[in-house]
């Protein structure tokens, strides 16, 4: 096991296209979390799953935005309809059950979002 | 709501030279707080965390309730040590247990 994985790592796409992103967690990872960061910013959280359970989601995350972890694996997101706004490095991250091991989240290289 | 403050963006030291990264949170309860670093081209990393007392790569940070203060500092800063420090707190529980909150980052450039 590497670490955690995403893809793509670059993607670009239209203003109203749809565009969507994997990530692979560390195997033995219960949860995963999805970050956004923008030029400028620490990475914001979006949400996050414990196993195949969606536990929170942000405020940050429209409607337009849908999470998914169908067998407590792998992990996509996806953006429908893009807005310019939706720009930036999207970001996975992985953690056991948090309280063990000293809850240490590992991230993948991010998937970098631009919409022209 | 959490938030984290980290008040430089930019930070310049020499080799050398001691280094301080400071950070301030919001948080009432009982946080935990951590420092991840950033390496160019490399990934988003744990450097070190606030319950485990640990001093890493000679960095170490010191919880200070009353000043709702965990400043990352070093004595002798190394050119290795450039990257980008961000400040991160985490809820200590309920729902939101272990969704993180980060700071906005500082940039340490440590010249030779």
């Known amino acids: 096991d590497t670490g955690v994985s995403q893809d793509p790592r670059h993607k670009i796409t239209k203003r109203g296209q749809n565009v969507t992103f994997r990530c692979d967690p560390i195997s033995e990872h219960n949860r995963l979390y999805w970050y956004r960061q923008t030029l400028g910013q620490g990475p914001e959280f979006l949400t996050y799953f414990q196993n195949e359970a969606q536990l929170e989601k942000s405020r940050l995350l429209s409607d337009r935005f849908s999470a998914e972890r169908p067998k407590g694996s792998f992990s996509t997101l996806e953006i429908q309809r893009t807005e310019q706004g939706d720009s930036a490095m999207y970001l996975c991250?992985?953690?056991?059950?948090?309280?063990?091991?000293?809850?240490?989240?590992?991230f993948g290289p991010g998937t970098r979002l631009t919409v022209l | 709501a959490q938030r984290v403050t980290q008040p430089e963006k930019l930070l310049s030291v020499f080799k050398g030279a001691p280094v301080e990264l400071k950070c301030n949170y919001s948080y009432s309860g009982s946080p935990e707080l951590f420092w991840y670093v950033q390496y160019s081209r490399q990934r988003l990393q744990l450097l070190l965390r606030?319950?485990s007392r640990e001093s890493i790569k000679g960095f170490t940070a010191d919880l200070n309730k009353g000043e709702t203060s965990f400043h990352l500092k070093k004595p002798f800063a190394q050119e290795e040590d450039s990257a980008m420090y961000y400040c991160v707190e985490s809820n200590a529980g309920g729902t939101s247990y272990g969704k993180l909150t980060f700071g906005q980052g500082t940039i340490l450039t440590v010249h030779p």
């Open positions: 991250a992985s953690s056991l059950i948090w309280g063990q091991r000293g809850n240490e989240q590992f």
């Open positions: 606030h319950i």
